[in-house]
């Protein structure tokens, strides 16, 4: 069985999708932490986020592997656990850039659709029940207000004894919004066929609990 999740940043995708796929006992399989990834191996080899810097060469030396301990997941970048350094800023803002050029996007759903065969799986993103597993027996779009991604997101960010501000958090998601919805290929948007979950006065759990009981409606 195939589950997709889609939605913009902040929207607590990640956090809940982990929870629901353990309890499924699903494998979950986070596809913005690849393009974090592709962002920092940019960032790392001083190559500007520009279509025409994604060669083939460049792409092909691009290799991420996912690995999964009783932490949960971790993801590493040409042998290099990056892990925490896809969370950064830069990273953030680096992966809404690199995931509108085409090449880009193309080798990672080959990576996304290749971890996904034969597997009972939980897939989060921007594309996954629109491109990426359009098949998907469940479909769920979740969103917030722009307001409340953005307290949520700054919340994580100080835990981690990160440096931000309410302000800078916000346009850095509207800015990514716009980037990811308003792209040409594979854009953000709500799949026909996905249920509407709006999580901006729900708990983790609630939202968690009603993927469950979808889930489970459907198996
Ligand atoms: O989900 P997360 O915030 O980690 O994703 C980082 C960025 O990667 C998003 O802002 C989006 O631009 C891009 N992304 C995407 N398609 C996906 C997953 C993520 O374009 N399936």
Aim: glycine share 6%.
């Amino acid at each position: 069985m195939k589950i997709a999740i889609d939605g913009p940043a902040g929207a607590g995708k990640s956090s809940i999708s982990k929870l629901a796929a353990k309890e499924l006992g699903f494998i979950y399989i986070d596809t913005g932490a690849m393009y974090r990834a592709a962002a920092v191996y940019a960032i790392k080899n001083g190559i500007e986020i520009k279509e025409e810097n994604m060669t083939e060469e460049v792409l092909n030396k691009i290799k991420i592997d996912i690995k999964y301990n009783e932490n949960g997941q971790q993801i590493f970048l040409c042998g290099e656990d990056v892990t925490k350094r896809i969370r950064e800023a830069d990273a953030s803002l680096g992966a809404s850039n690199i995931a509108v050029i085409p090449s880009v996007r193309l080798k990672l759903v080959d990576l996304q659709r290749e971890l996904a065969k034969g597997n009972d799986v939980l897939m989060d993103g921007r594309d996954i029940g629109t491109y990426v597993l359009p098949d998907a027996e469940l479909k769920i779009y979740l969103t917030a207000s722009v307001e409340e991604r953005a307290k949520r997101r700054l919340k994580e960010l100080i835990e981690k004894g990160q440096d931000a501000d309410f302000e800078t958090v916000k346009r850095d998601i509207e800015y990514r919004d716009k980037n990811d919805s308003e792209r040409e290929f594979a854009p953000l948007k709500k799949s026909e066929d996905a249920v509407l979950i709006d999580s901006t006065n729900m708990t983790i759990d609630e939202v968690k609990n009603r993927i469950i009981e979808l889930a489970r409606g459907i198996k």
